[in-house]
């Protein structure tokens, strides 16, 4: 995020747009087009001039939104962040502590809030756009089992599976007036790194393909994508040197396929005894969040790890104590976790 001026104690309380002085905005969009990718994943494309204000002025690589999707009762709680809006007449102190406020509305009327990559962002006029306004797509992984004739799974693959055209969908993302390239959203950061390996599960799936259509020529490496079945290979594109392998698990323990495939190209130098044997503090992840991102700086090699959050420990420990990675070059991220909802 670009460093900005605190605004004097006197200016507090005085109101103005809330793009003029909010870094996270609410963007209240539309949908316009529902796309099936393959079995397990569907692409939503939304449009809005809020989107206007939308973005880093950058490519968007691993950006991480928060979608607002209905309750059962199909309610959004858009009162309480109204705020945020991008036009909204509000003062940095009417900001203060919005997130407790949504927080404290009943759950069953509030609707839910989960963390989604961007796929792709189009501005106004771009040629792929198939109107006037901004476009922003985001893939939606659906897991969950058929009853009755509709997908039964978690707020997010329910509203994925079922979202038509003409629905209202609000978002919440950076401000492109107060935000750059810097953005605390954004974790792949390759410094100067010209080899670099990507490594996901299915719900690492677009922010993979989006780093890897950033990518200049002179970089190599490899991207690992593990997806639950051989239909659910998609396209994407790179100008870089980085090998794409995907890795259908058919059934197969969620991110074995992953292990072996990291090992493979990053191994352990000689017999082991050269890497550095720097044994990373243990994190419980069925109770605090894995997540440690760094800047290869003027590394030469830099990895991106993304996904359920129990195989990103395990690479985790392989990368760092058996292979011997520098942790400053390498971003862990636990995307999920078997058997635990997202707040």
Not at 195 to 214: F, K, Q
Not at 233 to 243: A, F, G, H
Not at 304 to 312: L, P, Q, R, S
Not at 334 to 342: A, I, L
């Amino acid at each position: 995020m670009s460093d900005t001026q605190a605004p004097a104690p006197q200016d507090q309380a005085i109101a103005r747009p809330a793009r003029e002085h909010v870094p996270t905005l609410a963007f209240q969009t539309t949908v316009l087009r529902s796309q099936k990718l393959s079995e397990s994943f569907r692409r939503l494309t939304v449009g809005g001039t809020d989107l206007n204000d939308f973005g880093t002025n950058s490519h968007p690589l691993d950006m991480r939104i928060k979608l607002l999707l209905p309750s059962a009762s199909g309610f959004v709680a858009n009162d309480a962040i109204s705020s945020l809006r991008p036009d909204a007449l509000t003062s940095p102190a009417d900001q203060q502590g919005w997130y407790q406020r949504w927080l404290a509305i009943d759950p069953s009327e509030r609707g839910y809030m989960r963390t989604y990559t961007v796929r792709a962002f189009r501005e106004a006029g771009h040629p792929a756009n198939q109107g006037t306004e901004p476009e922003l797509d985001i893939d939606f992984v659906l897991h969950g089992e058929v009853v009755d004739g509709l997908l039964r799974g978690g707020p997010a693959t329910e509203y994925g599976d079922r979202a038509q055209a003409g629905d209202q969908l609000l978002l919440l993302g950076p401000n492109k007036a107060l935000c750059d390239a810097s953005y605390g959203g954004i974790e792949f950061r390759p410094g100067e790194a010209t080899r670099i390996v990507l490594a996901g599960d299915e719900t690492a799936v677009p922010a993979i393909c989006s780093i890897l259509e950033s990518l200049p020529e002179h970089l190599s490496g490899h991207a690992l994508i593990e997806v639950p079945e051989a239909s659910d290979i998609l396209e994407v594109s790179t100008n870089s040197e980085v090998s794409v392998q995907w890795l259908p698990r058919c059934g197969a323990e969620h991110g074995s396929l992953l292990r072996e495939a990291v090992s493979l190209v990053v191994p352990i130098p000689g017999n082991g005894q050269d890497a550095a044997a720097e044994e990373p503090e243990d994190i419980n992840v069925d109770e605090n969040i894995l997540w440690e991102t760094g800047q290869a700086q003027s590394a030469p090699f830099y990895a991106w790890i993304a996904g359920e959050a129990g195989f990103v420990k395990e690479l985790r420990r392989y990368l760092v104590r058996d292979a011997g990675i520098d942790r400053k070059q390498v971003a862990f991220m636990g995307y999920w976790r078997h058997g635990k909802q997202e707040n």
